[in-house]
Structure formats: structure tokens, C-alpha cells
């Protein structure tokens, strides 16, 4: 019996887990917005102790939000396994297996993955990644290198 090639593990790209700092920015935007006052109290009112506005209402839609974000930043990703490469964004994904697949395109920062019928954006890829991604194609994309970490250089001093 000839060995079986074995297929390397799934590699997924995602977005950094700092990403979800801007949820908690929008949070904390959103929560004022969301339980705050819609009535205008004057000055004398305040004075005399007349009780703060805190109503919920139609505006905790704001809450929202926030919390389509952060399922926008879960839920976004680039598998890449031994069949293809599946593409995950917040509405919906697309798998592409690799007889499919022409080749791989960088336009800046985008990787894209070329098709006979146009290209698809892999969000959170990068140039470093295609080293890894060229490998768990099993030799139907061409052998690319990892990157070579380039160091800072040298402060002299003066």
C-alpha cells in the first residue's frame, strides 16, 4: 500500500483580537445615545431636585451597533485547508476549491485569489502568509518562501 500524503492542517486567518477594541469604543458611545434623556431639563429643575431623565426606548437600536461589529469581526476569515480556500464575511461565505483557483494576486496589502470568472478578496491575508498558504495547497499554487524578518536598523549615536 503507497503512503498517503498527508494534508497539512487548516491554516485560518482572522483579524487580530484587538479589533475588538473598537467595539468597546463603539460601546461606550453607544450606551449615552441609547439609555440617555430625550427630555431637556432647565437649570431651575436641576436645582431643585427634580429626578435625571433615564428612559428606554426606541434608541436602544444603537446597542446594535456594537454588537454587529463584533460579529463582523468573529465571523470574518480565510480557511485554507486541503480542499480550497473558504472565504467568511459577515453575510456569507464562498468556497473555492483549488482546481478553481488560477493563481493568487497582491494589490497592496490584498491578497486575492484569482478565478477563471474574476478575483476574490481573502480578508485577513497578507503577504506573509503566502509562504503557508502555497504549502497547504499541496503544489497546485507555486512554492513560495516565508518572509524574512527585516531588522530595525540601528540608531547611531550622536
Not at 57 to 72: E, T, Y
Not at 74 to 93: F, K, N, P
Not at 142 to 150: A, I, N, Q, S, Y
Request: proline letters at 9%; glycine letters at 10%.
Amino acid at each position: 500500500m503507497p503512503p498517503q500524503s498527508e494534508s497539512p492542517d487548516p491554516i485560518v486567518l482572522r483579524l487580530p483580537r484587538t479589533a475588538y477594541l473598537a467595539v468597546v469604543i463603539l460601546l461606550l458611545g453607544a450606551v449615552p445615545l441609547a439609555f440617555g434623556s430625550s427630555d431637556y431639563r432647565s437649570i431651575d429643575d436641576v436645582a431643585h431636585g427634580a429626578p435625571a431623565g433615564f428612559t428606554v426606548g426606541w434608541r436602544l437600536v444603537f446597542l446594535l451597533i456594537p454588537i454587529a461589529v463584533a460579529v463582523a469581526i468573529a465571523r470574518t476569515a480565510t480557511i485554507v485547508d486541503g480542499t480550497g480556500i473558504r472565504v467568511r464575511a459577515l453575510l456569507g461565505s464562498r468556497q473555492m476549491n483549488w482546481d478553481e483557483i488560477r493563481g493568487l494576486s497582491v494589490n497592496g496589502r490584498s491578497v486575492y485569489a484569482v478565478l477563471g470568472d474574476g478575483a476574490v478578496r481573502l480578508p485577513c491575508a497578507r503577504l506573509a502568509h503566502l509562504g503557508a498558504i502555497s504549502r497547504t495547497s499541496q503544489g497546485r499554487l507555486p512554492e513560495l518562501g516565508d518572509p524574512v524578518p527585516k531588522p530595525a536598523p540601528a540608531r547611531r549615536r550622536r
